[in-house]
């Protein structure tokens, strides 16, 4: 009973492809993001929506499109892949600001762009 | 938008010693501030928070500080046990969506 799950874990691709990553949290929250974490470890933002809608577009390619079905549910759909897209990506649900926005991350998505 | 940065990038201490890793951001309007570590290999996970309205928390071994005129907090690790190496990540609450916003992260290594 994971609380926030991605899938595919691993993901070797060669470039231009087309992929998408999947995510699903059962925390009932109304918030949901993607980060991306490089090789430096660096933890940048990409998407946040709430309640299906974008909140955050931080500044990423269109390659990138994020999908929402609904508020459990934040896809990421990855266009024509380059090199430097090799990272994780890591899908998020938060609590309410109000109470304190404490965020939980799913295990991660390793994608290998060769 | 808010900005934080994080010192040191590494960390390497004895077993039993303390750690401290110390944040700054530029956002005053910030009032949420958590401390995430993660594994090799597996998800950030939160192990404390602090909220603006306090200047210190505690969980055994793990303490929290801020000082917000100085906009600046930090995390204290006592009797560092090698189970406690990791990659930590400060956050800050910031921008009107409040969306956290990480540091670059502290590798710790705590050595047998």
């Known amino acids: 009973d994971t609380a926030v799950s991605q899938t595919p874990k691993y993901l070797v691709t060669q470039m231009g492809n087309d992929k998408s990553i999947k995510c699903e949290q059962n925390?009932?929250?109304?918030?949901m993001y993607w980060y991306k974490q490089d090789s430096k470890k660096f933890l940048k933002i990409m998407f946040s929506?709430?309640?299906?809608?974008?909140?955050i577009n931080e500044t990423v390619p269109n390659r990138f499109s994020p999908k929402s079905p609904d508020k459990a549910h934040l896809n990421l759909h990855i266009n024509s892949l380059e090199l430097g897209d090799s990272a994780v990506y890591f899908c998020?649900?938060?609590?309410?600001?109000?109470?304190?926005?404490?965020?939980?991350f799913g295990e991660g998505s390793w994608l290998t762009v060769v | 938008g808010e900005n934080v940065e994080q010192h040191p990038s590494t960390l390497s201490v004895q077993e039993g010693d303390s750690a401290v890793i110390k944040c700054t951001y530029s956002?005053?309007?910030?009032?949420?501030f958590p401390w995430y570590k993660q594994e090799l290999g597996k998800r950030p996970q939160l192990i404390i928070d602090?909220?603006?309205?306090?200047g210190e928390k505690k969980d055994q071994r793990i303490a929290v500080t801020l000082n917000k005129t100085a906009k600046h907090f930090s995390l204290h690790i006592t009797e560092t046990q090698p189970e406690d190496s990791a990659v930590y990540f400060c956050?800050?609450?910031?921008?009107?969506?409040?969306?956290?916003?990480f540091g670059k992260g502290t590798k710790l290594s705590v050595k047998p």
């Open positions: 925390l009932g929250h109304d918030t």
């Open positions: 602090i909220r603006s309205n306090v």
């Open positions: 956002d005053s309007a910030s009032n949420y």
């Open positions: 929506y709430n309640n299906k809608e974008l909140i």
């Open positions: 998020a649900s938060s609590t309410p600001r109000r109470i304190g926005n404490t965020i939980y």
């Open positions: 956050a800050a609450e910031g921008g009107s969506q409040g969306n956290l916003i």
